[in-house]
């Protein structure tokens, strides 16, 4: 029987860039969904990593790659990296047919750069699709609304039903379609399997470079303890001493490019906004896994466990939380960034929109830190030059708490159950 399909907040965006676009690429993680909700948008597929029909769909694609873009459209191409030439196909068949909605692709590794002849700026859209959110899995309630936030709404409540123990149930599975939708005990259990692929296969399939499976496991294990952090490599390098005695930081920073093309890990930029002083802004971008699952599956942080160590839980609590921000932002046409200045104020999230509107988030786990989080908070907004740029649309803890209000600074507190896009 097949598995009811679940919907996405990605569903919006690809109609919306099927509407605009020739072309539309999905991009993420495998097991994130991608095919799933490119299939339910699509009107015929080619799926390239059928095993019976793989090695003549490579041999038609290095003789006559159009002959794989005939069918009904939008039609979808999943998997496309495997024949790269397939890229430039499409590209040319858009150029040709001059109509919208003409192919999705799905691409679970970005291919090397020399292996495509054009960009495919004007004809392919490009989406990226992270496993599921909260509010996508059905965990949040979606009282509050992020871009109503923006929209100036201040009058906002919500009780999320989350407590502790599921949350860090949530951390541990991630919001892979297949655990979601399964059983507690095979969800747990998918995490591994997924990191456990990454480090004794997708790494070095991604170039075709064998990489040695104890030292990425050493370094997602680095990875995960600097989670949310600008680690530097030669802080990695050493953090990593313990697990591994001898590896260059030139392995390691290529053994990070690998990790970034299978879309295992995400840069969060640090956010250059305009000051009223001239206070020096640190520009490193911090480091978080795409889901926190592949952290506590690295670092074997069981449900129990990180109920255990509220440190670990607080750190990936917040690449949690960075995770479902990064998605709600996306619908909405944004970005998440990171504030840290020479006196170390800081913002966890700063989610920016293309017209420029912005607003500020501080992550924190239990009750006892938010006024110390909205304080930070209004300090950065006193630090920020409005002349030259918007004044905040909300300042926002966001926590594992249960009820979402305004305080009476204006600074709004949010459950993580209780947002959505």
């Known amino acids: 029987m097949t598995p009811k399909y679940i919907p996405r907040i990605t569903d919006i965006t690809l ?9 539309v690429l999905i991009e993420g993680p495998k097991w994130c969904g991608k095919t799933w909700t490119a299939n339910h948008a699509a009107a015929s597929v080619l799926y390239l990593q059928d095993p019976d029909k793989t090695s003549s769909y490579l041999q038609i694609a290095d003789t006559k790659p ?11 191409i999943d998997e496309w990296q495997m024949a790269p030439v397939l890229w430039d196909a499409v590209r040319f068949s858009v150029d040709q047919r001059q109509k919208t909605g003409q192919f999705i692709l ?9 292996l495509v002849q054009h960009t495919g700026t004007g004809r392919i859209s490009r989406i990226f699709m992270r496993p599921m959110s909260l ?8 009282s509050v609304s992020l871009s109503s936030l923006f929209a100036g709404n201040t009058n906002i409540s919500g009780i999320s039903s989350l407590d502790i123990r599921q949350l860090a149930f949530t951390i541990a599975r991630g ?9 507690e005990k095979t969800a747990l259990k998918r995490a591994v399997d997924y990191t456990e692929a990454v480090i004794n296969y997708d790494i070095s399939n991604v170039d075709g470079v064998e990489k040695n499976p104890m030292r990425v496991r050493a370094l997602l294990r680095s990875l995960a303890r600097n989670t949310g952090t600008m680690a530097t490599i030669t802080t990695i390098k050493s953090d990593m001493a313990t697990d591994e005695e001898s590896i260059s930081e030139k392995t390691i920073s290529g053994y990070i ?28 971008s911090k480091r978080h896994f795409v889901d926190p699952s ?36 996306s619908a909405i046409d944004g970005e998440v960034f990171h504030y840290h200045d020479r006196n170390d104020l800081e913002a966890d999230a700063i989610i920016q929109l293309r017209d420029g509107r912005w607003g500020a988030v501080e992550v924190k786990l239990g009750s006892r830190s938010i ?6 908070l209004q300090k950065l907004q006193s630090k920020i030059n409005a002349e030259k740029m918007y004044e905040p649309s909300f300042l926002l803890v966001l926590t594992d708490g249960e009820f979402a209000y305004r305080r009476d600074d204006g600074v709004y507190v949010v459950p993580i159950g209780c947002l959505k896009d």
């Not at 159009?66 to 979808?76: H, I, Q, V, Y």
């Not at 509010?135 to 979606?142: A, I, Q, R």
């Not at 969060?268 to 001239?278: D, G």
């Not at 006024?371 to 930070?376: I, L």
Request: one cysteine or more; a neutral charge.
């Open 371 to 376: 006024d110390e989080a909205a304080k930070n």
């Open 66 to 76: 159009s002959l794989l873009l005939a069918g009904e459209t939008p039609r979808l």
């Open 294 to 329: 592949i952290a506590a599956a690295v670092l074997r942080a069981t449900p129990k466990r990180l109920l255990e160590d509220f440190n670990t839980f607080g750190i990936l609590f917040e690449s949690l939380c960075i995770r479902d921000l990064r998605i709600y932002a």
């Open 106 to 114: 799905t691409g679970s590794a970005s291919p090397q750069d020399n």
């Open 175 to 183: 919001g892979w379609p297949a655990s979601v939708t399964g059983s």
């Open 135 to 142: 509010f996508e899995s059905g965990e949040s309630d979606g």
């Open 15 to 23: 109609k919306e860039a099927l509407s605009t676009s020739g072309a």
């Open 257 to 284: 490019n690998a990790l970034k093309r299978i879309f295992v890990i995400e840069e969060q930029p640090a956010w250059s906004p305009a000051l009223r002083s001239k206070t020096a802004i640190r520009t490193s």
